[in-house]
């Protein structure tokens, strides 16, 4: 067999990064405070965190006027963002989706209706958050989301014993 599709792909549930209609979109409207810090979105958050050596381009892009322009500023001026983002990135974005979710139910009813479908963000531009064109990116805001709904779980499960 030239190519080995599984049905979890097939059956996942797909959504993009950049859907403001979408609860898994990191540019939906749903505020959370994170670090004592009140963010619109997980992108304002998460490009904001990129920067944190750099206070004043950090607070541009926390008060960005929207999730695109925040994503827009966070992707320039790459000699100022932290020296550790590449080994930090999923982490600053777990943190942003965690929040976002916890402090939202709408959010969290969604990703735990989901069951154990597979998430796939299908950006077929960025092989590391999305699947790529060819199917073969990383997937990462994916497994975020699949991280995500693992903890919340473990969380109820940890209240309905009564162990908070």
Same mark, same amino acid.
């Given at each position: 067999? #030239?190519?080995? *599709? ?6 996942? *549930? +797909? ?7 979408? #609860? #898994? ?50 992707? +320039? ?12 990135? +999923?982490? *600053? ?42 199917? +073969?990116? *990383?997937?990462? #805001? ?23």
């Amino acid at each position: 067999m #030239l190519f080995n *599709l599984s049905n979890d792909l097939e059956e996942a *549930l +797909r959504f993009s990064r950049f859907d403001d209609q979408h #609860l #898994l979109s990191t540019i939906s409207h749903h505020t959370f405070v994170l670090d004592e810090e009140t963010w619109p979105t997980a992108e304002h958050c998460y490009q904001a965190q990129k920067y944190s050596n750099h206070q004043a381009y950090r607070d541009r892009i926390a008060k960005a006027g929207s999730a695109q322009e925040a994503h827009k500023l966070g992707n +320039r001026w790459w000699p100022l963002k932290r020296g550790d983002f590449k080994h930090v990135r +999923r982490v *600053l974005m777990t943190r942003a989706c965690y929040c976002k979710a916890q402090q939202n139910p709408e959010v969290a009813a969604f990703l735990l209706a989901t069951g154990d479908q597979k998430l796939m963000e299908t950006s077929i531009y960025d092989h590391y958050w999305g699947i790529g064109r060819d199917h +073969r990116g *990383l997937n990462m #805001l994916g497994e975020v989301w699949m991280d995500v709904r693992r903890r919340l779980r473990e969380r109820q499960a940890e209240m309905a014993n009564g162990q908070e």
